[in-house]
């Protein structure tokens, strides 16, 4: 089976960095995402690693590295509306349109 | 263009009833997906559907949870003689293909008491 592993809960202030860690164990690894979750809401898409290296899309950074079947998320400039769940997510090669959640980190920003 | 939409956003079914949650991709998206979600958990693949076709099930229960996507109209998640344990979030998500990624439609909490 798929396990992934990622801490429970991050609290940060507004402004500060935070950096979301996952670690995965799965057999036929094909690509590693990330989504942002509000209480009561619907799963949002932030970013997507297959090759090593870090990905960036504004304020929102992911790393992944294969070898170490480690990934993170990196958000930058915190707001208050970063408050959210955060989930890893792998996907295989023997079938990619299938998702393998993590358990989620909850990110409390204060102010 | 909206996006996925699911409904009831929320539903109650007492303990033997049925609980029929719905689906209606977004516009173009052939490709539906169900997850469900337990409190303070991830989400766990259920069901990955086509039009009129089952894709994959094997995250589904054995008894009592059944899927379909017909040519015309939503996917629908049916679950009979509902219990305690079934109470969680469902999720459905659309995708144009099967290479594309999700977009997920705001979930249908199940209660059951």
């Known amino acids: 089976g798929q396990s992934l592993e990622q801490p429970s809960e991050v609290t940060a202030v507004e402004g500060a960095i935070v950096q979301i860690n996952c670690t995965y164990q799965t057999s036929g690894f094909y690509g590693l995402s990330w989504y942002q979750q509000h209480d009561g809401g619907a799963p949002t898409f932030l970013s997507y690693?297959?090759?090593?290296g870090l990905e960036e899309t504004g304020r929102f950074s992911s790393f992944l590295s294969r070898s170490d079947s480690y990934g993170y998320l990196l958000l930058q400039e915190l707001q208050m509306k970063d408050s959210a769940s955060y989930f890893c997510?792998?996907?295989?090669?023997?079938?990619?349109?299938?998702?393998?959640f993590g358990s989620g980190t909850k990110l409390n920003v204060k102010p | 263009n909206a996006g996925v939409m699911q409904n009831p956003r929320h539903l109650v079914r007492r303990r033997g009833q049925e609980a029929r949650l719905r689906c209606s991709p977004m516009?173009?998206?052939?490709?539906v997906y169900w997850y469900r979600q337990l409190p303070e958990e991830g989400l766990k693949f259920m069901v990955y559907l086509q039009k009129e076709n089952i894709i994959d099930e094997s995250g589904m229960p054995k008894e009592r949870f059944s899927a379909e996507f017909p040519k015309e109209g939503p996917s629908i998640l049916r679950i009979q003689q509902v219990v305690r344990g079934d109470s969680a979030a469902y999720f459905c998500?659309?995708?144009?293909?099967?290479?594309?990624?999700?977009?997920f439609g705001s979930g249908t909490r199940l209660t059951v008491v």
């Open positions: 998500a659309s995708s144009p293909d099967r290479d594309a990624g999700y977009t």
């Open positions: 997510a792998v996907t295989l090669r023997s079938n990619f349109n299938k998702f393998y």
């Open positions: 516009k173009g998206h052939s490709h």
């Open positions: 690693n297959a090759l090593d």
